[in-house]
């Protein structure tokens, strides 16, 4: 079936580093990627998507760009900030019938220190 | 333009009961999604309500059940309450089904069962 595989984590960086979180994806058709951000407490917050190959998803300096060839769509930022701290949620919307449920991966939590 | 909204944000039930969730869909969409998310994981989808017709469900077992109403808010149900059904809640809402459309998620509910 569809699934969503993330780096692991906790990821710990110093504000003003430059943020990669790896996202691969398994999915028959052509899905619609996302990454959800997700702070302390709170429910899901949709950061950025793209819908089809090639596509750059961009928010508040985060981006992805979607990979059909290595079914990738790694999260990057040029340089965090101490807000950003939460955890990165990658998933996909699958393409069967008509249900677009979400399949998520496990989560990435992000940590940035002053 | 109202976010969606849950309640309650937070209920303790023992095992053996049943507890009902509610949602209320973001002002123009019509699709109502169900997630659990147990702690330090990614959401599992639930099921999906479109214009008050169930549409799609994930690998939960029938005593979790839901309904849409008229306004496209949602209820979740869940009889008999397990141990491991301690988790948090997401409900997101969009305006149409199919892969792509964007779900925008609320705070969640917080569910301890003891």
């Known amino acids: 079936g569809n699934s969503v595989t993330q780096m692991e984590g906790p990821v710990t960086l110093s504000e003003e580093a430059f943020l990669t979180i790896n996202c691969t994806y398994t999915a028959t058709g052509y899905p619609s990627l996302f990454w959800y951000v997700q702070y302390p407490g709170e429910g899901l917050q949709l950061l950025l998507k793209a819908t089809k190959a090639d596509d750059k998803g961009s928010n508040k300096g985060f981006e992805a760009t979607y990979r059909k060839e290595t079914t990738s769509f790694h999260l990057e930022k040029g340089s965090v900030q101490v807000s950003d701290s939460a955890v990165y949620f990658c998933a996909l919307s699958e393409t069967r019938g008509s249900q677009g449920n979400l399949i998520f991966g496990k989560g990435t939590k992000l940590s940035v220190k002053p | 333009e109202t976010g969606v909204t849950q309640s309650p944000t937070h209920l303790i039930k023992t095992r053996g009961q049943q507890v009902t969730l509610r949602c209320s869909s973001q002002?123009?969409?019509?699709?109502v999604s169900w997630y659990q998310q147990a702690l330090g994981q990614g959401p599992q989808f639930i099921f999906q309500?479109?214009?008050?017709?169930?549409?799609g469900r994930g690998n939960f077992p029938p005593r979790f059940s839901g309904l849409q109403f008229p306004n496209y808010s949602s209820e979740l149900n869940v009889n008999a309450l397990e141990l491991d059904d301690s988790a948090l809640y997401l409900c997101?809402?969009?305006?149409?089904?199919?892969?792509?459309?964007?779900?925008?998620f609320g705070p969640g509910t917080r569910l301890l069962v003891l």
């Open positions: 002002s123009g969409h019509n699709t």
């Open positions: 309500y479109y214009r008050e017709e169930e549409n």
């Open positions: 997101a809402s969009s305006d149409r089904t199919g892969p792509g459309e964007t779900q925008y």
